[in-house]
């Protein structure tokens, strides 16, 4: 008996594994392709009366009503009609904003960075373009319902290892599974881009030797990944022979061709100069992810359209000889020389804090509209997505942030919030948390 037992425990793992290699192979092929942009599939109207709408295209609406209908806006002004049978919510008083986007996260991917088991951002090996951050989220994270009740309804989350970290996916923070969640996937290749070395005690000759050898593994994998592009064209015509399948090279495809751009993630000006001109020579689209110092190469991000994710404004200075408010200043001068940037919270569990981090670089000198579209119609330009998202309009996808003043104010509170047109539950941990403690016993 006991070796039937241990035989039908085999047989089951057996089936379960050959179900999960098949499922996994299947939800591989979307990444040799172009990405999948899936459509919003929520029911249902809403009208949401008497707000003051900020549009992001110009002066906000007071006193407007946006109508929502199947999941996308379907009107906004002063005089819209309200269809019968709709769900109304008077806003009088309160202000409406496009959700709030963070294109710099591995929200889903992690949950507790002391408990390995909660981590998903990195896997084995240097290069894995083939790896998907979409099949590793988890929808039920306490980190996803804290972030979206500060307004945050979008988010571009990616693996971080290696040199090739893998695939990003934008998603929304609303839904049962990671198909529901996920709006563009692939969004991009993710490059940690090896830091040319600054050590002044080193000879020139020396640096040079050094940044070959760091570059060296990173160019052979792109022109392997060439060949075997050319391969896979050829493949089927008369005397050519069949090769063997690579999905990390099958995967490289959009990115060589154009269609997907990479991700690099550089922070120097070194790094960052030196990313721009790879990029040129391997003939690929590139957006710079972290920019510490990117204003001191904001001539050459503007003359060769690269845009630029800011990882963050509460940071350190970039350098030791840096002024105190340098990283609160980057946004301010990246305007100013009209690099095209936005701002990501660089976390997972302080998504929640994104607004903050906008508000500082608005106290240090960045306009305060161009704060909002830092998080609103600039992350979503970046991301190919801003005939979706970034701003109220017909036919936007209705991701909206109803609060009671200044979301760039930490005293303002986000009263309500839609994705995908659908009211979400305005609670998460920290909420419940709060309840349960305020109302303990005391002595």
């Known amino acids: ?21 098949k499922a996994l192979s299947g939800a591989l092929s979307p990444v040799y392709s172009a990405s999948l942009e899936r ?13 003051t709408v900020h549009t992001m ?6 006193g407007a009503t ?41 929200l889903g991917l992690t949950e507790i960075g002391s408990i390995a088991a909660t981590i998903d951002t990195t896997e084995t090996g240097s290069f894995n373009p083939n790896v998907r951050a979409e099949i590793a989220i988890n929808p039920d994270s306490e980190l996803i319902p804290v972030a979206r009740v500060n307004g945050i309804t979008t988010v571009l989350t990616a693996p971080t290892g290696g040199i090739l970290s893998g695939m ?10 990671w198909e529901e969640m996920v709006i563009k996937t692939p969004i991009g290749l993710f490059v940690n881009f090896p830091a040319p070395s600054g050590d002044a005690s080193q000879s020139a000759e020396a640096r040079r030797r050094d940044w070959e050898a760091r570059m060296r593994p990173l160019k052979e994998f792109f022109e392997n990944a060439r060949r075997y592009m050319r391969a896979h064209e050829a493949r089927g015509q008369a005397g050519v022979p069949a090769h063997e399948r690579d999905p990390r090279f099958e995967a490289m495809i959009p990115i060589l061709k154009g269609e997907l751009p990479c991700f690099v993630r550089a922070s120097t000006a070194l790094a960052i100069q030196a990313a721009v001109r ?9 957006v710079i992810v972290g920019g510490a110092e990117s204003p001191k190469v904001a001539d050459l991000l503007r003359e060769k359209g690269v845009p630029v994710i800011l990882e963050g404004v509460h940071n350190m200075p970039a350098s030791e000889d840096s002024p105190y408010d340098q990283p609160f200043t980057v946004a301010k001068q990246l305007h100013e020389k009209g690099v095209l940037f936005c701002i990501g919270s660089r976390d997972a569990s302080n998504v929640r804090n994104l607004p903050y981090h906008v508000a500082t670089a608005v106290a240090y000198g960045l306009p305060y509209e161009e704060g909002l579209k830092a998080i609103t119609l600039y992350p979503a330009r970046i991301l190919g997505l801003e005939h979706r998202l970034g701003t109220i309009e017909p036919g936007k996808d209705a991701n909206l942030m109803l609060t009671t003043g200044d979301p760039l104010d930490i005293r303002t509170q986000v009263v309500q919030v839609w994705i995908g047109g659908r009211p979400i539950e305005m609670t998460s941990k920290h909420i ?12």
Not at 168 to 177: A, E, H, K, S
């Open 1 to 21: 008996m006991r070796k039937l037992v241990g035989v039908g425990l085999w047989v089951l793992i057996a089936i379960v594994a050959f179900a999960g290699e």
């Open 278 to 286: 790879w990029a040129e020579e391997e003939k690929v689209r590139i």
């Open 57 to 62: 295209r110009g002066a906000p609406l007071e």
């Open 432 to 443: 419940r948390l709060y309840e349960r403690y305020r109302k303990r016993p005391k002595e």
């Open 39 to 51: 459509p919003v599939k929520t029911r249902g109207v809403y009208a949401i009366r008497n707000a």
């Open 66 to 106: 946006v109508l929502i209908k199947d999941g996308r806006i379907e009107a906004v002004g002063r005089n819209v009609s309200i269809p019968r049978g709709a769900q109304v919510y008077d806003a009088k008083g309160q202000h409406l904003y496009p959700g709030l986007i963070d294109a710099s996260t591995t």
């Open 168 to 177: 990003g996916c934008v998603m929304n923070l609303d839904g049962w599974t």
